[in-house]
């Protein structure tokens, strides 16, 4: 929290100023979560001071709030282009990254709970925080703006990807909120890049890509291998399954199903999770589409039968 509060601090992200009339103050929170690593192992203890966006009203306190994040299908070619012409992908890390988004609106915040106020004074942000409706989109521009600055243009596929071109050769950068994977033909230029990213934000140069939005990669001789173990892991212990067989067809060929079939779940979130949770699978393990396919027809009001299919596909 004391590291937390530091990094706010250092940014400058808030002035404590008398809440002006007729204007709301959005509230905060400690959040705490544990990052693992790709073998479950724990890597490091996280805190994030995070507002709470849900009080915020449109109008007042924010506008736009959309912002593009990259296309797994685009990220799935990035790799396989780099596998077939042999490039090193490098991943980042941006620390902090909505911090450094910077606020148009006016948003005033309590402080932060456990630490010692000024009665009758807010936080008054500079900078956009975790947990406001528009800070991804601040984050986007703010790293769109930098990354257009060192010549790069967006795809017009994709409006998170980036490339530039030059007489060395190509880089091509892929951003999913503050993770980004690099590839090129030109690895003095990726070194460049990288400094002068990390001159602009606080970056953590995580080296080869390894494991990446909860898909893990290994490179071979014939390219790059992608699976999601721990994925299934957590899965399997959602759905406290522990002892599993495989089967080649988890559902029988030509079996329908209907929505009357069956009981009705009384707790159905657990179902909506798990083929949720599959239908992210299906990256690693086309083969069971078809499979996902069927069971999320029936997400609304699933039975025990449905149930029961799910568990097949486990």
Known sequence: MDEELSALHKIDTWNLVPLPPDNSVVGCHWVYKIKTNSDGSIERYKVRLVAKGYSQQYGMDYEETFVPVAKMT???????????????????DVKNAFLNGDL???????HPPGISRDSG????????????????????????????????????????LFIRCTDAGRIILSLY???????????????????????????????YLRYFLGIEVAYSPRGYLFSQSKYVANILERARLTDNKT?????????RYFSSDGLPLIYPTLYRTIVGSLVYLTITHPDITYDVHVVSQFVASPTTVHWATVLCIL
Request: hydrophobic share 45%; net charge negative.
């Open 121 to 160: 004074y807010v936080c008054k942000l500079k900078k956009a925080l975790y947990g406001l409706k528009q800070a991804p989109r601040a984050w986007f521009e703010k790293l769109s703006i930098v990354i257009l600055s060192l010549d790069f243009v967006f795809s017009s596929h994709d409006s998170a």
């Open 177 to 207: 909120v503050d993770d980004m994977i690099i590839t090129s033909d030109d690895i003095d230029s990726i070194s460049v890049l990288k400094t002068e990213l990390a001159r602009r934000f606080e970056m953590k140069d995580l080296g």
């Open 104 to 110: 148009q609106e006016e948003v005033y915040m309590t």
């Open 247 to 255: 089967v080649d067809t988890p559902i029988e060929v030509n079996t």
């Open 74 to 92: 685009t990220i799935r070619i990035l790799i396989v282009v780099a596998s077939i012409r042999r490039w090193h992908i490098s991943q980042l």
